[in-house]
Structures are given as C-alpha cells and as structure tokens.
C-alpha cells in the first residue's frame, strides 16, 4: 500500500461559528481559531478541516456561499485568514477548506445574472425549467423538507435546489462553471491551503433530463436519483487533472449516499479522483424506518457489520475516512455511549478506541475530545438549524404527527447538538463568548470543558491525545489489514489489525454490563498500549462497563 501523509494523518473539524469568539459579539470568528492553535497542538493533530468561512447570507450557516474568495463579515477579514494559515503552518498543522460547489446561495452574483432573464449569458450556470401543468417540473424533494423546485416571477421559471431554495444547484453540465469552480479552487491552492472537504460532491451531476424519481418521498431528499450521477467520475477527474494533481493537498468528498462500488472509484489507489470520502451509512443505523428522526441508540451488530464491510472492501484498493462525529451529526456519546456522570467518560474513550485504532484517516469533531454531549431541547425554538426547524413543521402540520411524539425524535438527532459553543472553562458562556452565544451553551460546561480536562492526565481529551500519539507511532494503526471477532455479539466490538507479522488486539464493550472476554493466546506476551480502566488486569477475562484496550504484539 502506498504510504502518504494523509493516510498518516488525524484531522480535525472545526465548525467556525462555534469554536471561539474572539470579539464578544457571540459569533465564533477566525482570530478565535487562531488563538487556539496551541491547544490544538497540544492535542497532536495534523489536520484542521475548516467548515465555510466565505461570504454568506447565513441560511444555512456558511453552506450557502455567495462569495467563494471573500470572508464571511462575522468572522473576520481576509488578513484574519492569512494570519491563521501562515500560525498553523508555523506548528506543523494544515488547513483544509470546505468547498461547497454542489450549489451557490442565491445571492451570489453567479445566481443574481442567471436570474435576471432568460438570455443571460449565465442563465445556464443553473437548472431552469418550466412548470408542468402548473407544478414543479419533477417529483424531487429537498433535502431539508418541501420540493427542490423554487417558482422565480422574474421569468416565470423554477429553479432547482436540493437543499434550500437559498442554495440553488450548479449545472455542472456546463464547462463555463466547471472552469469557474476549478479556477477558484486553484487560486486558493496557490494561496498555501491544504486541501479541500468537498461537500455533496456525489450530488453534482443530474440524470439527464431530470426524470421524476420513481420511490421519491419529499421527507428523503433524493438519494436515488442524484446521487452518483452519470458524469461524477468524469467531472472529478477532470478536477483532478486540471487542479488537484498539480498541489500536494489531501481531498475528501462529502459523498451522500455512496456505495461501496461507488467509493472505490472516488477514492481509488491510482489517485484520478479524490483521496478518500465519506460514507453515511453507519450513522444511519439509529434511524427510524421513515426517516433520519428517532429515540433509537445505535445497535451494534448492523454498526459493526457495516464498518467492518468499508474496513475490508476498501483494503488495499481505496482509503476510508473515519468519523462518528461532524456538525451535522449528533453527538456520539448519546448514540453509542451514555452520557450519564457514571458513564460519560469511560463510554467516550471506549468509543474513540473503537474508531481511533481501524484503518482509514480519522476525523475528530470539536469537543468530541472533550465527550460532549447532546443538548437539552426543550422546544422547536431552542432550534437554530433550518433542517430541525423544517422538519418539525413538514411533520407536524402536513404529516399529522403529534408535537410530543415527534419532538424529542427530532431534538435528538438534529444537527444542532454539535453546533453548540466549544467548552473551553467554567466561566460564563464556557469561555467561549464574553457576549451573548448566537446558540446556548450546553448546561453541562462547568463539568465538561477542555480547561479542566487538559489538565486531569485520565480526561477525555488526554485519552484523545494518547490515541493520536499511537497513530503516529504505530504503521499498523494506519495501514494494518482489519478483521473482526465475535460479529453476532450484542455488547462487544472485538477486531484485530494485522501488519508483517505484528498484530494488535482492539477489546470494546458497549454495554453497561460486566462481560467475560479473554484475548487469544498469541496476545498473552503483548503490550498494552492504552486503555481506558488504568491498571485494570485485562487478562483477568474480565471486562468492565465501556471497558475498552488495545493490546500490540510483534
Ligand atoms: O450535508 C449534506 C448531507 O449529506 C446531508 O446528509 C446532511 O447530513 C444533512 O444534514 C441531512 O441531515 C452537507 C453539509 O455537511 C451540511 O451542513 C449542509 O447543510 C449541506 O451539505 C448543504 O450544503
Ligand atoms: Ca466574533
């Protein structure tokens, strides 16, 4: 397997407006992120993914950009970013920026011209269509809720968006925009960056003629006849050839219902797409049948199953990214773990062991070093995100569910649990804003928040650390060939990785339960090289609640 850093690397997420205010208006800024590099340091990561930073109107928090090379006003300037580029550069950290081209905001210029009439020259930058009998031209749904068609007077047309109609869709279709895209990409390249997250970069080329989809349900988005489309491979090639291949930077493609088949091509060995992606169907599992909203905890037999099918089927011809976390997602002490006093600690090191030690470059979410939980919702206003908010409305006004039924499903999986303000102290607001946070800070920051746990050697965040620093340590951590023990049991995630010869032993129990479990044999002269009950006998054929180890032999 070919050795690269990006494979060697960790990565980190920071979600900007969230992270750290540096100027009291409650709005996490640039200057904030840069006043944290040493603490990031500390935590031995290589790679920071920054999400959006670029002019928006804030619809969808920086995922609607109206100005790819300008600044978002909140966070700061240009001369902000450069700053925060050349001090991460100096401590060894890159930076790998969101690209969000699957769609523009609507108050980009691009949109504005295309809007403007019929003739503009940048009318095809987007998808226009006439009404059909006096409806949306197709049965397709956005992503957040409604039709993904948008009725514009000016020329009597609809527009497509997948997500909001504040985020109408590119047509990649056309070469002008592809030559945009590319050429913005390489300006920025050429300004020092690092890489690029590309978000729902497998939704960017449409079935031609845009077909209703036959198993369309407008609460879905519209996984199965977007996805993936006819021209992907050959757009990210393309990308590949004219931008990619000419910088040493890393790529991951936000890849919304990929398959395995699919990620192979993306992220294939020969490097004539993008380095690795991101596959969702792991964090699917504690869905309800319908849709994403539900109570349910993750179950673990489909979990390891699923994992286990990405560790073995992109060995050797592909490279997994690895996450339970990212600003869209939950948190992952809630779903796997327990979020209880008794457990919140021991169930968080127990799940960053079971991530942390499978092949693939993994991904650390903000205060995921820290077991961050999820936030108390106690009404659709706490909400911030228009995916909750709309969802809460589709399902109670048009779908007739009932507002107690359906409300704690959905405070329990929307994407504002991860969007709460990083707890960096015990002070008001946790340090995070001296104004007044843009979301509340969750109520457990005087327990949970990095001041403390950077300095208690067995914190959350100093197992987060130890794990980083075996990473770089160990080959086999990164490039060892995984297999898995045990598939059928319901508490246990026992796996082996294995690499000329060496192997390690990775014990987890998700469960609350004291189980038996003895290594085998060949690891009985091993080393231990983390383990989340310090000093606990883990050849005693004991296991205790969340109990998690790795043990290394050559
Ligand atoms: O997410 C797109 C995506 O794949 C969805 O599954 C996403 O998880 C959504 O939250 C559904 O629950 C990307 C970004 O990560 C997200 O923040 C943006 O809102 C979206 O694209 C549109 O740009
Ligand atoms: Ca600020």
Known sequence: MKKTWWKESVVYQIYPRSYADSNGDGIGDINGITSKLDYLKLLGIDVIWLSPVYKSPNDDNGYDISDYEAIMDEFGTMEDFDRMLSEAHARGIKIVMDLVVNHTSDEHEWFLESRSSKDNPKRDYYFWREGRDGKEPNNWGSWFSGSAWKYDETTDMYYLHLFSPKQPDLNWDNPAVRKEVFDMMTRWCEKGIDGFRMDVISLISKPAGLPDAPLMNELYGDCGCTANGPHVHEYLQEMNEKVLSKFDIMTVGETACVTLEEAKKYANSEGTELNMVFQFEHVGLDGDAEFKWSTRKMPLVPLKENLTKWQKGLDEVAWN??????????????????????????????????????????????????????????????????????????????????????????????????????????????????????????????????????????????????????????????????????????????????????????????????????????????????????????????????????????
């Open 321 to 554: 990214s690895i996450f339970f976390c990212n600003h869209d997602q939950p948190r992952v002490v809630n779903r796997l773990g327990d979020p209880s006093d008794e457990y919140r600690e021991v169930s968080a090191k127990c799940i960053a062991t079971c991530l942390h030690m499978m092949q693939g470059t993994p991904y650390v979410y903000q205060g995921e070093e820290l077991g961050m939980t999820n936030y108390p919702f106690q009404s659709v206003k706490d909400f911030n995100d228009l995916e909750s908010i709309n969802a809460y409305y589709e399902l109670t006004e048009k779908m007739g569910w009932k507002p107690s039924e359906i409300f704690p499903k959905i405070a329990n999986k929307s994407r504002d649990n991860a969007r709460t303000p990083m707890q960096w102290d015990d002070s008001p607001n946790a340090g995070f804003t001296t104004g007044k946070p843009w979301l509340a800070v969750n109520p457990n920051y005087k327990k949970v928040n990095a001041a403390e746990q950077v300095a208690r050697a067995d914190s959350v965040f100093n197992y987060y650390k130890k794990l980083i620093e075996l990473r770089h340590k160990y080959e086999i951590i990164v490039y060892g060939h995984y297999d898995l023990q045990l598939a059928e049991d319901p508490e246990l995630y026992v796996y082996t990785r294995e690499l000329d010869g060496k192997k390690l032993l990775v014990v987890c129990n998700f469960s609350d339960n004291e189980r038996e479990f003895m290594p085998d044999e060949e690891f009985r002269n091993g080393e231990v090289l983390i383990q989340n009950y310090e000093g606990s006998d883990v050849f005693d054929g004991i296991l205790s609640p969340y109990e998690a180890y790795v043990i290394y032999t050559e």
